[in-house]
């Protein structure tokens, strides 16, 4: 098994930096600055808390799969989000809401807007080609959550897609259906120094 930690790239120094831990996550992706000094991540239980040592960790979370981290924590903290079952995809938008996937009683799968009131509103996803959403990032003005979800290919040749978004004035579910790729399209790159 592989472990990851978290990292962070200084533009104006050109390093990269821890930026907590070692944290050994066994996956982080979605990250997300809530602050200069607090992230938000889409990760899997990290080793000092992996089943093997807690065998009740994932029940005790909810199976949630979102940390809130302070910058230079010297270990992995609980996750956050568990009052909801299956809480993972994290993403903020410029007004500090936070959007995720988790399962609500009685919903089900679902896309969910946590503000910093802590006031919540979930919206069932549709079942789109047999399959789930994998992945969200929201607008950083929060008029959309565009969305991937699972599917044979991104292709649109069987008429089905694996991009879309969900319009949150409209509150509907939208399928993008990329342009097709040409044969004719040239494939080759020329590099000049």
Not at 92 to 97: A, L, S, V
């Amino acid at each position: 098994m592989a472990y990851y930690d978290i990292w962070e790239f200084d533009l104006n120094s050109g390093e990269n930096k821890l930026f907590a831990g070692p944290l050994m996550f066994y996956h982080a992706k979605m990250i997300s600055y809530l602050s200069e000094s607090e992230i938000i991540a889409g990760a899997i239980f990290p080793y000092h808390t992996g089943t093997a040592e807690r065998p009740d960790y994932l029940g005790q979370y909810r199976s949630s799969e979102i940390f809130r981290i302070k910058r230079g924590a010297r270990f992995a903290p609980e996750p956050s989000y568990y009052d909801l079952s299956y809480a993972k995809f994290p993403t903020i938008d410029q007004q500090g809401n936070i959007f995720y996937q988790a399962q609500p009683a009685k919903i089900g799968i679902s896309l969910v807007r946590k503000d910093a009131a802590g006031n919540i509103i979930a919206w069932r996803e549709p079942r789109m080609n047999r399959a789930d959403v994998r992945q969200f990032t929201v607008d950083p003005g929060g008029d959309y959550v565009a969305f991937i979800y699972g599917g044979p290919s991104i292709k649109s040749t069987e008429g089905t897609s694996a991009l879309g978004y969900f319009d949150l004035k409209t509150e509907k579910w939208i399928p993008v259906v990329p342009p097709a790729v040409s044969e004719s399209i040239p494939v080759s790159l020329k590099i000049t120094h």
